[in-house]
């Protein structure tokens, strides 16, 4: 039986919630809060469902079939305005990580000579009219598309005209690469870290060089569900902000690699998880560096939603054009979306929950 969350009574039917993630390590949280036994804590049962990609995971949501998800964080701005789907106001209590992708090119690329956006643009120049050059982003709305086209650009190629840029689900992306059917592609970990150990690929960047501190992931849910649901709601984000924190702790980075490598969540060698997680992180071709805060699960203010994590998406999803027109968002309707006040409720859950199971432990222990 579960522990009711604000009196500590035994209950014999625990909430049950769908929650939906793709198999990506930043996914982390999810399953280590039900590893730890975070959802039950908080008097939750949670189904995880692994999704292939991000339009599954948000049509499930619109439709009802996950009542939450690990998500894109521009995805509860698009699914509210209704880019790409019907309209659905979506609201998120809980940043889930900051950073986490990385640029890979093709070993054709690297063997033309190409080490970066300038090499590669010269490469381009050379083979006009002889070649499609074509990335990969796992979806419209993210800060892959952000990022990709901003590091085209900065060498001066134009992402609109230059090179062809499509939609790939994450766990597709190497496959694609290794089939000669894309020449790049910017995601999140760890198939930047496959494609270099099965020298596939290599990495030209990562969004530590490129947006430092960006929000990547998000926890989204209805607007209807975050009113209808709230106990419940809140209650998730609790237990997962307490397992953000643990995913961030070096000392827990094997028990994450294990976790986030076994068949029902990522299903890859550990190996594969723990460049991105414990570093050097591996570009290839004999390159290893340190890159401090390549993955962010809690530490640096992560996982409040606030107005400024909210701007920086939105004025990416502007930049790349997927919201054509800014006025479509007011300014005061961001914390209707990017919602900081169910975040400090969950803090405030978490904070009386400890004081409850740490007077518990004073009485037991005085009783005894």
Same mark, same amino acid.
């Given at each position: 039986m579960s522990r009711n969350i604000h009196t500590?009574?035994?209950?014999?039917?625990?909430?049950?919630l769908q929650v939906g993630f793709v198999p990506l390590t930043d996914c982390a949280p999810l399953a280590i809060a039900r590893e730890l036994g975070?959802?039950?804590k908080y008097n939750?049962?949670?189904?995880?469902?692994?999704?292939?990609?991000?339009?599954?995971?948000?049509?499930?949501i619109i439709h009802g079939e996950l009542d939450a998800a690990h998500a894109l964080a521009g995805m509860p701005f698009a699914a509210t305005l209704g880019l790409g789907s019907v309209a659905c106001e979506c609201v998120t209590g809980l940043v889930l990580g900051l950073n986490g992708n990385a640029i890979t090119l093709s070993r054709e690329l690297w063997e033309n000579g190409v080490r970066d956006a300038k090499s590669l643009r010269e490469v381009m120049t050379r083979l006009r009219g002889r070649k499609v050059f074509t990335f990969g982003i796992p979806f419209p709305f993210s800060s892959h598309n952000f990022l990709l086209r901003h590091w085209l650009s900065s060498s001066g190629i134009d992402p609109q005209k230059d090179v062809q840029i499509v939609v790939v689900p994450p766990p597709q992306m190497f496959a694609n690469l290794k089939a000669g059917n894309l020449d790049g592609?910017?995601?999140?970990?760890?198939?930047?870290?496959?494609?270099?150990?099965?020298?596939?690929?290599?990495?030209?960047?990562?969004?530590?060089? $490129?947006?430092?501190? #960006?929000?990547?992931? +998000?926890?989204?849910? %209805? !607007?209807?569900?975050?009113?209808?649901r709230a106990t419940e709601h809140l209650a998730l984000i609790a237990s997962l902000i307490e397992a953000c924190t643990y995913c961030d702790q070096p000392e827990n980075a094997d028990h994450v690699i294990n976790v986030l490598s076994r068949p029902?969540?990522?299903?890859?060698?550990?190996?594969?998880?723990?460049?991105?997680?414990?570093?050097?992180?591996?570009?290839?071709?004999?390159?290893?560096?340190?890159?401090?805060?390549?993955?962010?699960?809690?530490?640096?203010?992560?996982?409040?939603?606030?107005?400024?994590?909210?701007?920086?998406? $939105?004025?990416?999803? #502007?930049?790349?054009? +997927?919201?054509?027109? %800014? !006025?479509?968002?007011?300014?005061?309707s961001i914390p209707k979306v990017f919602r900081s006040d169910i975040y400090q409720k969950a803090r405030n859950l978490i904070t009386s929950v400890t004081n409850h199971e740490d007077k518990s432990k004073a009485e037991n222990h005085t009783i005894a």
């Open positions: 500590g009574r035994s209950l014999e039917n625990p909430q049950s975070l959802f039950s939750l049962e949670v189904h995880l469902r692994r999704e292939l990609g991000w339009a599954t995971i948000r049509d499930k592609y910017c995601v999140g970990e760890p198939w930047n870290s496959i494609a270099v150990q099965n020298r596939i690929g290599w990495c030209a960047d990562t969004s530590v060089g $490129l947006a430092p501190n #960006h929000p990547e992931k +998000v926890l989204m849910v %209805r !607007s209807r569900f975050a009113a209808d029902e969540y990522l299903n890859i060698p550990a190996a594969s998880l723990r460049r991105s997680i414990t570093g050097p992180f591996d570009f290839g071709h004999g390159r290893t560096e340190k890159v401090p805060g390549f993955q962010i699960f809690h530490r640096d203010g992560a996982n409040e939603p606030s107005a400024e994590k909210a701007g920086w998406v $939105l004025k990416t999803m #502007h930049q790349t054009g +997927v919201i054509p027109n %800014r !006025s479509l968002i007011p300014s005061a």
